[in-house]
Nanobody
Framework: QVQLVESGGGLVQAGGSLRLSCAASGRTFINYAVGWFRQASGRERDFVAAINKNSGWTKYADSMKGRFTISRDNAKNTVYLQMDSLKPEDTAVYYC???????????????WGQGTQVTVSS
């Protein structure tokens, strides 16, 4: 399996930007699709974005379209989530997950990072 570590979270005002990173180690990262998910306090874990092995396919939740961009640099074993025009409702712990195929369902992913906190002030 692959091990994942998220970073880049923090406190930002509404309308600002953050770039999250998901760094992988262990198994060959290029063999894995990656999804980003988020979980706000008291809520279930929701899909944010996903990307396939070679960046030829991406998927976004409707509320993130036009604001968030997922990308990957396989040479650095890292997947990124660029978040622009952030809103207070984006406040959550953001997790990355990896599996052999890209999906939008948390239950379909076998490998998870421990998350990074994103807080958007109003």
């Amino acid at each position: 399996q692959v091990q994942l570590v998220e970073s880049g979270g923090g406190l930002v005002q509404a309308g600002g930007s953050l770039r999250l990173s998901c760094a992988a180690s262990g198994r060959t990262f290029i063999n894995y699709a990656v999804g980003w998910f988020r979980q706000a306090s008291g809520r279930e874990r929701d899909f944010v974005a996903a990307i396939n092995k070679n960046s030829g396919w991406t998927k976004y939740a409707d509320s993130m379209k036009g604001r968030f961009t997922i990308s990957r640099d396989n040479a650095k074993n890292t997947v990124y989530l660029q978040m622009d025009s952030l809103k207070p409702e984006d406040t959550a712990v953001y997790y990355c997950a990896a599996d052999v195929v890209p999906t939008t369902r948390p239950a379909d992913y076998a490998n998870w990072g421990q998350g990074t906190q994103v807080t958007v002030s109003s």
